[in-house]
């Protein structure tokens, strides 16, 4: 039997991976996710320090999606997307980076849009699709790692919506410098503007009859899902150093997908003691941690700008996963939220302090372990972009120039190539039949 996908929203049909892929988004406006979620035997948990990230994100792959490719191509992708580590680096006391900015676009969302992009590639040639269209929403490094995996793919356009004036300038390079299969949309208006405009494109009869539309956010299974290998990866360097017991993971949330993909981990046997939400002042699900509220509202622009979401997409997932309850959800996960002059004051002293250079969204996670960690536990935070893709930030906070890594220097000579637009559906309805 292959796993089905269900849709958050359980008014939709089940689905099979392909489909769930292909379309993104439920026709009922749900999310998918899988119908089971398997639990890893313990020897692999026994053997996990003597793996490489490879070997161990093909096993959680194949918990996954086993059942529906066949084992080579699976393996292939899981491969061909992870060449590159993950490194877990002692910060203070007793809290780790996990560094996830060392794929090419310099940012976590790497893995998961080089797996997106693969897995989309192959489902696109086994239908004999052509001229697929995919539609991404970015508040800064999503749009940067999608089109870098999707870039050149066959049979594949990709069309990445970013709010205007709000994303970092070497963010901005990273899709508006490509050519070739991507398209860069600059929206005047916000993040959540740039998600409306995706999700209405996906839900509209006219467009999804002439067009074959698909979504790269986290929206998209094979999005999220990859991310998981991060949390086994971290896990398995810590536990050859012997700190394994008590795990926190502290995550710098936006649309929360990471964090979903972490609580999935979880649920697949990973011993986690409980995970941490790090918002900026976009505090929409620290107030539901307090109140039992969701009160999504226009999010409001800080110096971590990718996680500036006032209606995370992936709230539904985590709802679902914890069965609409509230007090499930509390057990396991903890907020905290940091405003700009705190974000600015953690960069400045870790860095004075330690050594350590933090980007603002990494600032967030650090923060918050800093603010709640027990001395019994190990804080974990995952720094989800180098700090050189917010240089004049950055700098600005240390007073000292920041080294910037090859592989962005090479997209900032590029010439920037945008079509911009207003925020209105009907606008971009047309754009996209044109």
Known sequence: MNMKYYSTNKLAPNVSLQEAVVKGLAPDKGLYMPEKIKVLPQSFYDNIGNMSFQEIAYTVADAFFGEDIEAETLKEIVYDTLSFDTPVVHVND?????????????????????????LLGYFIKKQGQKDVKVLVATSGDTGSAVANGFLGVDGIH?????????????????????????????????????????????????????????SANSINVARFLPQAFYYFNAYAQLKKQGKADNIIFCVPSGNFGNITAGLIAKRMGLPVKRFIAANNSNDIFYEYLQTGKYNPRPSVQTIANAMDVGDPSNFVRVLDLYEHSWD??????TGEWYDDDTIRKVVKDTYEQTGYL??????????????????DETGVFLETAHPAKFLETVEDIIEKSVAIPEKLQAFMKGEKKSISMGKTFEEFKEFLLK
Do not use: W
């Open 94 to 118: 007793n809290i780790y980076s996990l560094e996830l900015f060392h794929g090419p676009t310099l940012a976590f969302k790497d893995v998961g849009g080089r797996f997106m992009a693969r």
């Open 158 to 214: 990709v069309y990445v919506l970013y709010p205007k004036g709000k994303v970092s300038a070497i963010q901005e390079c990273q899709f508006t410098t490509l050519g070739q299969n991507i398209t860069a949309i600059e929206v005047d208006g916000t993040f959540d503007d740039c998600q409306a405009l995706v999700k209405t494109a996906f839900l509209d009869e006219e467009l999804n009859k002439k067009l074959n539309l698909t």
């Open 358 to 375: 933090l980007d603002p969204h990494g600032a967030c996670g650090y923060s918050a372990l800093e603010d709640s960690l027990e001395a």
């Open 328 to 333: 499930k959800i509390k057990k396991e996960i």
